[in-house]
DNA sequence: ACATCAACTTACAATTAGTAAGTTTTAAGG
DNA sequence: CCTTAAAACTTACTAATTGTAAGTTGATGT
């Protein structure tokens, strides 16, 4: 699977993992997988996360095309953010993140 | 899927993305799913890491239960790093991975 | 005995994240 | 209408994380 010195796949794969895993990345995407969310109502759905990173992420996302930005009768200040069909294929993503989750007891493995 | 006010699972979650998102520690765990190997040659597969997070990483891994740091001959200067069964089902999570980056096309994503 | 290499450490600079306060539209209440 | 408040940002600044480069320690090889 690995070669020792990692070609095209991996350094997609490293690209990727290391954009997916900047920081509230994972918690933005599952949030909005359960459907198109205002502004505020990400915001509140995650704790811990500041105004200036959820909006320096949401732009991220953006751009890397997975998720829309949506102007609600085109008013600057009524926004809703909906994940593309990209960023939907993520929930595979998800899903086996969570099966290892079970699989390996993680609240064990961060309470040491 | 995910109520509003996120609970357990969103938690658990949240730690375990967070955890796997750290900086080269998907990279490290990916190069280790070839087979056990030494510090130096984790070091030549990871383009661009440096020693001091490739230390700190793999003491991260090995608290997390996901790496064994074995002493080969039992001397300080010859260690091996291999994957944990948690670590190797980790396995799955990269291919999950690696099938959303060929959905997606991610080269071209990451390309702006 | 000397140089070299593996596997770290340490000190410090640069980048990224967190905190808190301020802005600007829009909507709502009196 | 006039004031207040909320949504969706910005900005300025502090703290934490990462990157860089050099140094340390204990084998190994010649």
Redesign the interface.
Known sequence: ??Q???SH??S????????????W???II??L??GPKRYYEIH??IPGISDRLLTERLNELV????INKKFIDSSIKKVEYELT??GL??Q??????????D??D??Q??K?
């Not at 794969?13 to 997916?20: D, G, K, L, P, V």
């Not at 595979?92 to 993140?97: D, M």
Request: hydrophobic share 45%.
């Open positions: 699977m690995t020792p010195n990692c796949i991996c997609s794969y490293h690209q990727a993992i290391e954009f997916i895993g900047k920081r990345v994972g918690m599952y949030t997988l359960a509140a759905a751009d890397a095309g997975l069909p990209n294929a993520f595979e993503v998800i899903q086996s993140i969570q099966k290892w989750i699989l390996c993680f609240e493995i961060t040491k």
